[in-house]
């Protein structure tokens, strides 16, 4: 099994260009791309773990256009079907920190596209130690930001889920990218104003969208987070 600097580059280059995608600051297009020409440099250098991890963001790739297009279903199968495949080398190759991130992916195409949180939970719950013990931050801040999301959205325990999206958050400042810290905040605030706490929800929203202003996050993320704020400072409902 070789290392191959050309992989590695590629993987890197492909990695923000998706990124900068999903914060409407690139093109998904040229994330695909790259990273397609990263797996097939790590298949001819024998790279199995740069492999592994240019399926598992190509993945993404359909993931993140799923939520550009309402969630759109038609290449969930797709999707999935890419984040095991990196799982597989992930194990074969004893890869812990890329096996937590495609456990990670597969709980994501159930929850956020299938609606299954039965199903998505047992990935999550087995990615979150996995994370803990070799992920970066990034990785292990989506893992407690989605256990939040669970203990709200099937529990309604949102004292469990604030300390959980709190924690993500703590993580995304680790990790530094001002573009991950507004969505971080941004979080906290919708599920402040779902939970009633309003007051909090406005000062966690108004601070999501100054950092998202300064980080230069716009599209559908800076909309979303703009009509959250609105509503709340309007003492409205919900956005649906």
Same mark, same amino acid.
Not at 72 to 83: G, I, K, P, Q, V
Not at 92 to 114: K, N, R, T, W
Not at 188 to 215: F, K
């Given at each position: 099994?070789?290392?191959?600097?050309?992989?590695?580059?590629?993987?890197?280059?492909?990695?923000?260009?998706?990124?900068?995608?999903?914060?409407?600051?690139?093109?998904?297009?040229?994330?695909?791309?790259?990273?397609?020409?990263?797996?097939?440099?790590?298949?001819?250098?024998?790279?199995?773990?740069?492999?592994?991890?240019?399926?598992?963001?190509?993945?993404?790739?359909?993931?993140?256009?799923?939520?550009? $297009? $309402?969630?759109?279903?038609? $290449?969930?199968?797709?999707?999935?079907?890419?984040?095991?495949?990196?799982?597989?080398?992930?194990?074969? =190759?004893?890869?812990?920190?890329?096996?937590?991130?495609?456990?990670?992916?597969?709980?994501?195409?159930?929850?956020?596209?299938?609606?299954?949180?039965?199903?998505?939970?047992?990935?999550?719950?087995?990615?979150? +130690?996995?994370?803990?013990?070799?992920?970066?931050?990034?990785?292990?801040?989506?893992?407690?930001?989605?256990?939040?999301?669970?203990?709200?959205?099937?529990?309604?325990?949102?004292? *469990?889920?604030?300390?959980?999206?709190? *924690?993500?958050?703590?993580?995304?400042?680790?990790?530094?990218? +001002?573009?991950?810290?507004?969505?971080?905040?941004?979080? =906290?605030?919708? =599920?402040?104003?779902?939970?009633?706490?309003?007051?909090?929800?406005?000062?966690?929203?108004?601070?999501?969208?100054?950092?998202?202003?300064?980080?230069?996050?716009?599209?559908? $993320?800076?909309?979303?987070?703009?009509?959250?704020?609105?509503?709340?400072?309007?003492?409205?409902?919900? +956005?649906?």
């Amino acid at each position: 099994m070789g290392i191959s600097d050309t992989a590695e580059k590629l993987l890197a280059a492909g990695t923000e260009s998706l990124m900068a995608a999903s914060f409407a600051l690139g093109d998904y297009d040229e994330a695909q791309d790259t990273l397609e020409r990263a797996r097939q440099q790590a298949v001819t250098d024998d790279d199995r773990r740069a492999e592994a991890a240019a399926l598992d963001k190509l993945a993404m790739v359909l993931h993140y256009r799923a939520l550009e $297009n $309402n969630r759109d279903t038609s $290449n969930a199968e797709a999707e999935e079907a890419l984040f095991r495949r990196a799982l597989a080398i992930q194990r074969e =190759i004893g890869d812990q920190a890329g096996a937590a991130e495609s456990l990670f992916g597969i709980g994501l195409v159930h929850q956020v596209l299938l609606h299954d949180w039965d199903t998505a939970m047992p990935y999550y719950r087995e990615a979150l +130690p996995l994370a803990d013990q070799h992920a970066d931050a990034y990785v292990r801040s989506e893992c407690y930001r989605h256990l939040g999301f669970y203990y709200f959205a099937e529990k309604r325990d949102a004292d *469990t889920a604030l300390e959980h999206l709190h *924690t993500s958050l703590r993580l995304r400042e680790e990790w530094g990218d +001002p573009r991950s810290i507004a969505g971080g905040t941004l979080a =906290i605030g919708q =599920i402040e104003m779902l939970a009633g706490r309003y007051d909090d929800a406005i000062g966690h929203l108004r601070t999501a969208v100054e950092q998202m202003e300064r980080a230069g996050v716009g599209g559908r $993320n800076a909309a979303t987070a703009a009509e959250w704020l609105r509503r709340a400072e309007a003492g409205e409902p919900v +956005p649906d």
